[in-house]
């Protein structure tokens, strides 16, 4: 009999070493070729088992063997709970968001007392139930680590006892003028405390200076911001006015704006939007008729649409230089004067003059009454730039005492801030509430921090009969107190301000049943505050406005290259540069993020021989900035475009240093500021990539968005989309009658969701609201230009081309006109019947469920990548990090303080795994258990996913599509065969979410 042959891998084995032997049944090397710090500890390089399983893929049950080394974390109960804590259940709190900027009534929900979750109040008549990225985005500045932890003299810590003997001590003595300098406040309560304590001064003044100006609309007016109602306006034409994203009210004006832009076949009818302007905006995009024109022309364009109505209304003609864009001026004022009554001009111009006359324009259309509501003019711009900068010479000439700052940092956000931190040198006493130590706080000699708006109580009168509340929605995080209460200790009262409110309220809204309603409701109409903004300067006659106008018109001309120093829609001012949420969020034109940039015109770019993502060097004043070129479609040809609100060097860990300070390029003019110059622009000979969600710019033949006319809308609604039909045997079929899948049969709920094009107009609150609720993490400007942004919805801006397939191809499409048309599509998972993803996964975790939601179960993912492959929407996300627990994604949300904004309802997902859109499938279940409890059906509009909740403009509705009262079954029925489509319908998808058809309203 043949011996057995031995065979052996090494000498160890032959020898049955002792190292052979410890080996021998160990699988796995210690040291893998992967490591991952947990808890942010990086001193251990041994990846744990899970990560190795994560990486290479293993089966199911090898993933869930590993899922059993997670850590335990032990729950402990309440000793004593609160009264209204129950553990698992909400608690609602109705509150008012106004820092400075944008008013927005809020419902706040709160977890085991933390707020994590921000929704519009629907009982406001002046929001309606919508709300603005920033005030979604407000959350993440409460949980900041960067908000300082109490009271500091002299740059190092103190107790409020002692500062306030000391201020109060200080104040006592001062030689000179008490000023105290805020942004813009519409609380009651809060300007009566402000009185209050400048009543013990010999000389106090209040000084309001808002960073981004309004000072020459309020100069114009009577001191007052007209009451715009756009939802009474069947023309508008706005000169520069992006009223639908960071222009004065753009909650209130964007639900005003798009009642009338809604269209069904029983109300063909639509307002029609002329926008001149330099810079591609938001508003602009939403326009019927785009007119792009230098900063410059502004005055010709007003002026000559100035004489245009006033010939037709008997009103005195000006005298008005040319303009190049005099055909477009004629029609819209032909269009203006057709619907007089019902017509509407606006301008953002900081110009007098320019203000004057767009005033005088409305009074002739008979807009005051009508689409100016005269009753209830608008207090959220308040700021004198004349008052500013009178201060600003006084500190310098060593006239001023002691000064105060509340909300204001004129050291980082006024054009003369160099002025402003020399005159602060000069002043003897020197104060701020700032919430941390800002570019002005770091030069003054006390800082007592405010309180965040949702540890405090205030009040708000936007306008004139409407008021609302803010409540504390979360005991102080910190040792911090309210500026009002600040103030009231410093003029030896022993009241505090929420006893101020309650009293004041109590006698507006009739006694303590009127209070707790009020409280309840967060809003009260019919009553009218205490103060009334006066006229800061005497208005400008016409006369004197057509001579500024033709001055400023001669002195610009020729080829000269301008700025438009504009805001954008989530960053604002600068007030909010360190919020992570919002630096993240794509601009809605140029889709970039992390940073400011030179918006420039190509045709502008190919003669100076810039290039994307060149930095040059922008000078005006005397002094430069270097900022990375975008070139931006739709700009003014010679003009170039930077927004406001970057550059800070005090403002936290994720603001810091980020984008450039334009402010010291805004001209001073007289005593206002104009956010444009001449400038001139070299390259530096470098390049800095712009991080861009979306580098495509149109469609390219593919059926993805969908518009058409209102002028074929009103001939046959059902001529205005296109179906894609298939070719067969028995001639052309719709896509879904030909299939080899098995059609789900839903028993129960079918959840759908319906896009309005014609509503969204593109200001991605919905992202915002999706990032919060589903605890998306923040990635950072690197990882965005990688292409691994997470955000599960996004708002795809598509151009239009003056090319076809047949001019040249697909390479010659993606070139945007020069003025193109724009259209938005919010686009995120679409659920489909037919899920591509779900046949490819190879452990099941992408999955159908019986009510038509594509689930992701992550403890099954292994992060093959073969769904975010077979998608062709392009909306799923892979997690390539442990972004929760990453010191390099540490954006306010790696530390025990900025996780309590976290949704204990939500899944915070790990390494290695996909995440996507799930229809808020938390506040289904929720929804349905509420409702089982009552042993019913969910009602319609219960169940609202966080993006359809957050719109201002219900661009987004969803519902169950069984139940044939929602609102979605409603829709569908309604629209079926005239704006309803699925997009790339022709992949047989069978999504669950519907779009309806853009309809212009071109002239």
Aim: hydrophobic share 35%.
């Amino acid at each position: 009999m043949q011996e057995t042959i031995k065979y052996w891998r090494g000498v160890e084995e032959l020898n049955n070493t002792p190292e052979f032997q410890k080996n021998a049944h160990n699988e796995f090397p210690e040291f893998l070729p992967v490591s991952e710090a947990n808890g942010g500890d990086t001193s251990s390089q041994v990846a744990p088992r899970r990560d190795f399983l994560k990486l290479l893929g293993f089966g199911v049950a090898a993933a869930t063997l590993a899922s059993c080394e997670a850590p335990v974390r032990k729950a402990i109960p309440y000793l004593n709970k609160p009264e209204e804590v129950e553990p698992g259940i909400p608690n609602w709190y109705a509150s008012t968001y106004f820092m400075g900027d944008i008013y927005n009534p809020i419902l706040v929900k709160t977890r085991e007392g933390r707020p994590i979750k921000v929704e519009g109040n629907t009982l406001s008549p002046i929001t309606g139930g919508g709300t603005h990225s920033r005030s979604q985005a407000s959350l993440l500045t409460l949980y900041d680590n960067n908000r300082l932890k109490g009271p500091t003299a002299k740059g190092k810590p103190t107790t409020w006892q002692a500062i306030d003997q000391e201020i109060r001590t200080r104040l006592t003595g001062v030689q000179g003028r008490v000023v105290l300098v805020s942004n813009t406040i519409i609380s009651p309560s809060t300007k009566a405390v402000i009185r209050d304590f400048g009543a013990q001064f010999p000389a106090f003044e209040h000084v309001t200076y808002d960073a981004n100006s309004a000072s020459a609309l309020l100069r114009a007016n009577g001191g007052l911001v007209p009451g715009y109602d756009f939802s009474k306006a069947r023309v508008i034409v706005s000169i520069g006015a992006d009223f639908l994203g960071s222009w004065i009210s753009p909650v209130e004006y964007s639900r005003q704006y798009i009642t009338n832009r809604k269209v069904t076949a029983d109300k063909p009818t639509m307002s029609r939007h002329y926008q001149f302007e330099t810079f591609m905006s938001m508003t602009g995009a939403n326009a019927d008729v785009r007119v792009p024109v230098k900063p410059s022309e502004y005055g010709a364009v007003v002026a000559a649409l100035y004489n245009r109505i006033a010939g037709s209304t008997g009103g005195a003609a000006i005298q008005a230089p040319t303009t190049r864009v005099a055909k477009q001026i004629d029609a819209a004022a032909k269009e203006l004067l057709a619907s007089r009554g019902a017509a509407l001009v606006v301008s953002d111009s900081n110009d007098p003059a320019v203000q004057t006359l767009v005033t005088a324009i409305n009074g002739a259309l008979g807009a005051n009454g009508t689409t100016i509501n005269t009753a209830s003019p608008s207090y959220v711009r308040q700021g004198d730039d004349a008052r500013m900068l009178r201060l600003i010479n006084d500190m310098n000439a060593g006239a001023v005492g002691a000064v105060i700052f509340y909300g204001a940092n004129p050291a980082y956000d006024h054009p003369l801030s160099a002025q402003v931190v020399n005159g602060l040198k000069k002043v003897g006493v020197k104060i701020s509430f700032a919430d941390r130590v800002d570019e002005t706080a770091a030069l003054v000699d006390y800082v007592c921090p405010d309180n965040h708006f949702l540890e405090s109580w205030n009040d708000y009168e936007p306008k004139r009969g409407f008021l609302s509340l803010a409540q504390p929605t979360i005991s102080n995080i910190f040792n911090t107190r309210q500026a009002q209460d600040s103030l009231l200790k410093w003029t030896g009262s022993t009241a505090d301000f929420y006893t101020i409110i309650q009293r004041t309220w109590s006698g507006i809204v009739g006694g303590a049943a009127g209070w707790d309603k009020v409280a309840h409701d967060g809003v009260a109409t019919g009553t009218t505050g205490a103060n009334e903004p006066t006229a800061p300067v005497a208005p400008m006659t016409l006369a004197a406005a057509a001579v500024s106008i033709n001055k400023g018109g001669r002195a610009a001309g020729g080829n000269t290259l301008e700025l438009e120093i504009y805001e954008k829609v989530a960053i604002g001012a600068g007030q909010h540069t360190n919020n992570p949420w919002l630096q993240e969020m794509s601009d809605p034109t140029t889709k970039a993020t992390w940073d400011n940039y030179v918006a420039i015109s190509t045709a502008t770019a190919k003669r100076l021989e810039i290039e994307q993502n060149d930095v040059v060097r922008v000078t005006a004043n005397g002094k430069s900035i270097e900022l990375p070129a975008l070139i931006q479609p739709g700009q003014a040809v010679d003009t170039i475009a930077i927004a406001i609100g970057y550059g800070r060097t005090h403002a936290g860990q994720a603001g810091n240093n980020v984008g450039a300070n334009v402010y010291p390029l805004v001209s001073v003019a007289g005593d206002s500021l104009q956010f444009a110059n001449t400038v001139s622009i070299t390259k530096v000979g470098a390049d800095k990539p712009i991080a861009q969600t979306q580098t495509h710019h149109t469609v390219m033949g593919r059926i993805v968005v969908q518009e058409n006319t209102l002028a074929n809308y009103q001939k046959d609604p059902k001529s205005v989309t296109e179906y894609i039909k298939i070719a067969t045997p028995d001639g052309p079929q719709k896509p879904q009658a030909i299939s080899l899948w098995q059609d789900y049969e839903y028993k129960n709920h079918h959840w759908g969701m319906v896009i309005d094009l014609n509503s969204c107009i593109g200001c991605g609150t919905c992202t915002i609201s999706c990032q919060v609720e589903n605890n998306v993490p923040v990635v950072g400007k690197q990882e965005v230009l990688n292409r691994r942004e997470m955000h599960w919805l996004r708002i795809d801006r598509y151009y239009s081309s003056d090319s076809t397939r047949e001019d040249g191809g697909f390479e010659k499409m993606e070139n945007p006109s020069e003025n193109p048309s724009v259209i938005f599509q919010p686009m995120l998972c679409q659920h489909c019947n037919h899920a591509p993803c779900e046949t490819v996964c190879p452990v099941a975790a992408t999955m159908h469920s019986t009510e038509g939601i594509n689930q992701m179960v992550y403890n099954r993912c292994v992060g093959t990548r073969y769904c975010a492959n077979n998608c062709p929407y392009k909306v799923r996300r892979f997690n390539w990090f442990n972004y929760a627990n990453n010191e390099k994604f540490d954006y306010q949300m790696n530390n025990d303080l900025g996780k309590m904004v976290l949704n204990p309802d939500v899944t915070v997902r790990s390494r290695g795994v996909m995440e996507k859109c799930s229809f808020c499938v938390q506040r289904i279940q929720y929804g349905k258990l509420e409702a089982k409890k009552e042993s019913r059906r969910p009602v319609d509009g219960e169940i609202v996913t966080a993006c359809a909740q957050a719109c201002p403009t219900n661009a987004i509705i969803f519902g169950d599509m069984l139940d044939p009262n929602s609102q979605v079954s409603q829709i569908l029925n309604r629209e079926k065969g005239e704006r309803a489509f699925h997009v790339l319908e022709e992949l047989n998808t069978q999504p669950n979410v519907t779009y309806l058809t853009k309809i212009r309203n071109q002239a």
